[in-house]
């Protein structure tokens, strides 16, 4: 976004930005609460959110560097290394936004993306590792570029999905990294009808889409060559899937999936493209838990491993040198979950990631012909792990008898009669995993415990689980959080008159719900880009979400034939009942929740002359990214929780 106008604090004040620029609640105010939650802790907030001086590490396709991702001018850039020196170049100079991912796509050149302002509207961006020759490579303003297939072997081109012909439809081009050349590889030309999603074989050719059908059903489609046109597969309701994942080493017609047809979980199994089945036998299921991930050796050929997510994540091993490596690594990194993240194409190299519920961990070079093991960067060597609270999985029944997980975290050296954060997640088709979480962290560092639930509707829980939130916002998935509250009272671990509400997105809206159709149990509560009315956010949704609206109306509500049970779960229509201290956040550009949502709930309040503090950031989207903004965020949360909890 250009600047118009003149900047207030930081944030640009002009009548063409989003959102009602008359309700933010001014610096001075905010300074107030940061400067109330000041105190003798031994870690600051910006010890939690600090961008970190090195990660997401990453090895050339050579194994001869490394590259990873450090901070310049306060935003995350690309450096790039040399194994065995001791300093790295940096390659790009990015100053008004993060990189939000990159890749290598040769042993001379990076591949990036990032977006502006969180408006999602991603861009792909390449430079080579001496910094020469960079290049904004989509240029296009209002459009969203993603990676369909990064071409491992092929150095000068990659495949990816641009919606900039309809802004609800997203076509594959081949792009050449060099130039910018442009290749459409196929049409997507019909909005009732949208293929949704594309894929390639081994080889980088283009022979799996699937679309959307009559708004709730997938229809998978399929072709032997890219001379033929995609034929109907399989069609599906929504509700089942199957997934391909990667062809078989073959490239014929047999793809690797994911699949949970006739069946509750998503299980691992091969499937026939051809015929349209299932080819038996499965290859791994688990019985509580979905199976989505499968990975394999690009130069070996082979499987190599399953993972899947219980209260930790699990590997299931397929390959016995891919086992072999991770007993070599746990015998020498104990403690720490531990992850390959990236490897060189002889796979003899690779970089290691290591993680715990109380620890960012670190990075290591495995020189598996060498066996060596080299500790390449801490990634938050200030904070020391002995010092933070861990995180426990925990389980309760819900009041009609389901079985809801979710994952405690008490303050060090406390268990009973705690004041409490209840910390709904996102999504809300998303769930909550065991690791180092800095919200969490920061909340235990001042004495809070954080309860965090997998409500119904957390995915990976099966198809029964997921099923179970259709059209249950502020119902039943609402009740999951306060049975789960009460399950803390119960067990004596919560004070209940020092009890609050936080999440973000639907996390959001779950705050906002808990405060007005339960306003008794919280002492404070905020709210962070949370939806507020389902109407209004069925109305303001990104336009490349449309065609999955009719799965929304199932989901979520029909605004038509839902009204009455809609406005019923829509907390900006029940104000007059909210009476519990807020806090309200929220980034104007934000694409998901637009900024009417905080903006109604605000308003309303305030007409009743209730104090709602309002902080809007108009360099964000959905969530603060820029480092400053989340210091400012979590100093002044923290100092609203000082002062109500």
Sequence with gaps: ????????????????????????????DLKNLIESSSGSFKYSVEDFFRLPAKTRYQLSPDGIHFSYMGPYQRRQNIFIQKIGEDSGLQVTSETDR?????????????????????????????????????KNLTPFDGVRINVIDSLKDIEEEIIIGMNKNNPQLFEPYRLNINTGKLIQLAKNENPAEPIDDWMTDHEGKLRIASKVVNGTNTTLLYRDNESEEFRAVLTTDFRESIQPLFFDFDNGSVVFASSNLNRDKSVITKFDMASGKEITPIIFEHPEVDVTSLSYSRKR????????????????????????????????????????????????????????????????????????????????????????????????????????????????????????????????????????????????SRGYGVLQINFRGSTGYGRSFWEKSFKQWGRKMQDDITDGLHWLINE????????????????????????????????????????SNLFTFMKTIPPYWKPYLEMMYTMVGNPEEDKEEMAQASPAMHVDKIKTPLFVIQGAND??????????????LRARNIDVPYMVKYDEGHGFHNEENRFEVYNTMMGFFSKHL
């Design 301 to 444: 050929k082979v499987l190599t491993s399953i993972s899947y997510n219980t209260s930790k994540n699990n590997f299931k091993f397929l390959d016995k040198e891919r086992a072999l490596i991770q007993k070599r690594l746990e015998e020498e990194l104990q403690g720490h979950e531990i992850f390959l993240t990236s490897s060189s194409k002889e796979e003899d190299k690779f970089m290691i990631r290591t993680y715990s519920d109380r620890s960012l961990g670190a990075y290591y070079f495995y020189d598996q012909k060498a066996d060596t093991i080299e500790k390449i960067s801490e990634v938050s060597p200030w904070i020391d792990e002995n010092d933070m609270a861990s995180m426990r999985p925990i389980n309760f029944q819900s009041r009609d008898g389901l079985s809801i997980n979710g994952y405690l975290t008490l303050p060090k050296g406390k268990q009973e009669n705690i004041p409490m954060i209840i910390n709904p997640h996102g999504g809300p088709w998303h769930r909550d995993s065991w690791g180092f979480n800095p919200e969490v962290q920061l909340m235990a």
């Design 591 to 604: 694409p998901r929740v637009n900024i009417d949502e905080s903006d109604q709930i605000v308003r309303s």
């Design 1 to 28: 976004m250009k600047e118009t106008s003149n900047k207030v604090d930081g944030n640009l004040a002009t009548q063409s930005l989003p959102g009602d620029l008359s309700l933010p609640t001014s610096q001075s």
């Design 98 to 134: 993060d990189i939000s991912s990159y890749f290598w796509k040769s042993n001379n050149r990076i591949v990036y993306i990032k977006d502006s302002g969180g408006d999602e509207n991603f861009q792909i961006y390449a430079v080579n590792i001496d910094g020469s020759n960079p």
């Design 492 to 531: 004596k671990i919560a004070d209940p008159k020092r009890i609050a509400i936080y999440g973000g997105s639907y996390g959001g809206y779950a705050t906002l719900a808990g405060v007005a159709f339960t306003p008794d149990l919280y002492c404070c509560a905020v709210s962070y880009v949370g939806v």
